[in-house]
């Protein structure tokens, strides 16, 4: 592999990228969950990889079950539009309503946010069960955990 991330295979330049492991996955939602627990904080947390394909899921003690439905589509939406889903959320604050109607874009709240390594998003975290802002604070202390 050349320092762009490219390797050459039969004389065919092809491009190579970062994945999330499941060691990666394992550490980024202990870190979410510690930041929850921290706060005292009743949350479920999704971990997707970069298609949007749930790779992790725990809700936390006392969770109420559509957590476990809310924070995966949070996460996949993050993954699938490379963005935070605040960003999808203030759009539609500001009015641009036929974002509702986007397809596979059901997490439209703040709390999804992508992993980025080197200008790819490998996956992203999504967690629901706070304020949307308290959600976004637990998936990028999640993130954080892999010292990016």
């Keep these: 592999m050349n320092q762009e991330g490219f390797s050459i295979n039969q ?3 092809m491009q190579s990228k970062s994945y999330l492991t499941l060691d990666d996955v394992k ?3 202990a870190a979410a969950e510690a930041e929850a627990k921290s706060n005292h904080w009743v949350v479920a947390i999704a971990i997707v990889d970069d298609g949007g394909h749930l790779l992790w899921l725990q809700r936390l003690d006392g969770g109420a079950p559509a957590l476990a439905h ?4 949070k996460a996949k ?3 699938l539009g490379r963005c935070e889903t605040k960003i999808y959320s203030d759009m539609i604050k500001d009015g641009f309503l036929s974002l509702l109607r986007a397809p596979e874009l059901d997490g439209l ?4 946010v992508p ?3 080197q200008g790819q998003c490998i996956g992203a975290v999504g967690v629901a069960g706070v304020e949307s802002p308290e959600d976004a604070q637990i998936a990028k202390a ?7």
Excluded at 70 to 73: F, N, Q, T, V
Excluded at 109 to 112: A, C, P
């Design 142 to 148: 999640g993130i954080a955990a892999l010292r990016l």
């Design 11 to 13: 004389g065919i330049l």
């Design 109 to 112: 709240l703040e709390g999804g």
């Design 115 to 117: 992993i980025m390594v």
């Design 70 to 73: 809310i924070a995966p589509a």
């Design 77 to 79: 939406t993050a993954a």
């Design 27 to 29: 550490e980024i939602a």
